[in-house]
């Protein structure tokens, strides 16, 4: 054997060893809550600054083409499980504080599959899964301990959730530290508590077990509806150029957020294992923009709010970092769901996808990572019969029949972000994930590289001169989503047989759906019986309350998941 080939085997063997003897990557996952398509400075707004998601971002890969759900609960039960919502019974609305039904205990999710991969997982903020029991809440379902709030909103400071669902018309304090209320909380502000047991965990773990850190915030979501936008006075100064109010208050939440970022990768730094992590940031569902949901985040130019079908609410802001990506930085035009990061997280560390329950994610790391084709060629935005609304993309084109709130959020809603300011590279380059990468040797791109990323991962629109609008309560829209984001030009009179695909393809997926889980809401939860806390009543109210599993085979066995109806 000549001494070349001699060397690359050794290279080979010494290689293998290496990465057989690795240990698995620590996995920090971070959701934030409906956080807009134009509120990152990487996708072209120069409004607010968010300069350490920013540099994770153009570090890392940002996902230009990645979709979530259109609203909170069938999104976060997609990413806990790998199953679309109409798979779980999670497809309708959203799950409230007196509802005694939850995502299916039968159903495994992401932090029981890692346990088997011997990873310590934590839960820090918004569970929003189900309550009514002890059996369905965060450290029933895989993880180690929990700090957060188990409803879908609260106030940021006194911590109480409001929820205005008859008969139920609920006022209670939501915060809890594992199963216990956590009163010592009360007037501290979520985002900084959030922030601060995240890096209390991260530098208290033990480096050599493998770490799962769900960080999933309550920013920027709105508060009580006294009260929906709350910030730091400090926070919400430093956007004083910001003339609406409302959008300033908004300005503030989302300094708070990327500031938490921040500060949890700084932690990652000093306890020396950023080295060693993946790192994926996700918005949960689009924004709530223009006074939607008392909110004003900005999707422009992309059409719709959150709880829409449209682009608008259900295009995610999002990206992943890590040195194990090998065709960072980029921009990726592969097609992703949120519901793959199951899968794609399982394979990054080592699992293998074949002992997987059945389920729609599809493992994308490979295709991430070395810049392959996506396996994915379509998805389903959802069906819901209730509201008779549906939407699929396959390919390059989007079916949608029907629309939410009689057509009143359909709409395209700014700021668009573009003028007025200057891109600060400045602020950039002194982030604390700047000064964090640059200690691990891995300097933020040039300048140049980033302004190339930013145009690539902007999303600009021209309207056709002949253009046909879409009028989702008169009829059937189909667009040719790649060509035209903003969905400006229905061509459904123009390709009858495109859309008798896609209907048929949504026929499919209606076939494999299962019933919608909701349960009408209890009055025995009401918060005023409770010590005005909203807690899992069904394990302490006489004769308790009916069971939500269903029998997971029967419920599965007529199912095409998503990789069954590509084929």
Known sequence: MKGNQLLSLLFWFISNQYASARKPPHVILIVADDLGWNDVGFHGSNQIPTPNIDSLAYSGIILQNYYVDPICTPSRSALMTGKHPIHTGLQSNVLVGAAPYALPTNIKVLPEYLKSLNYKSHSVGKWHLGSYSYKVTPTSRGFLSHTGYWTGHEDYYDHTAQELYGPVAGWGYDFRRNMSVAWGDYGNYATDIFTDEAVNIINHHNVDD??????????????????????????????????????????????????????????????????????????????????????????????????????????????????????????????????????????AVGGKTSQLDSMDGMDMWDALSRDKESPRNLMLHNIDEERLISAVRVGEWKLMKGTTYGGAWDSWYGPDGRTGRDYNMTDLHNSKVAQALASLGVPMPSDEKIVALRKEADVTCTKPAKASPCKPTQQVCLFKITEDPCELNNLVFKFPDIVKTLEGTLRMFNSTAVPPGNKPIDPRADPKLWDYTWTNWCDYVEGGCPDSVRDGAETEKNILWDLELQE
Not at 233 to 259: C, P
Not at 296 to 319: C, I, M, Q, Y
């Open 210 to 347: 493998p770490l799962f850190l769900y960080l999933a915030h309550l920013a920027v979501h709105s508060a009580n509806t006294y009260s929906p936008l709350q910030a730091p006075q400090d926070a919400i100064d430093r956007h004083s150029y910001i003339k609406d109010e409302n959008r300033r208050k908004f300005s503030g939440m989302l300094y708070k957020l990327d500031e938490s970022v921040g500060k949890v990768v700084e932690a990652l730094k000093k306890k020396k294992i950023l080295q060693d992590c993946i790192i994926v940031f996700t918005t949960d569902n689009g924004g709530p923009a223009a006074g939607f949901d008392l909110n004003h985040a900005s999707n422009w130019p992309l059409r719709g709010v959150k709880d829409t079908l449209w682009e608008g609410g259900v295009r995610g802001a999002s990206f992943v970092w890590s040195p194990m990506l090998k065709s960072a930085p980029r921009v990726s035009k592969q097609m992703m769901n949120i519901q793959d990061w199951l899968p794609t997280l399982f394979s």
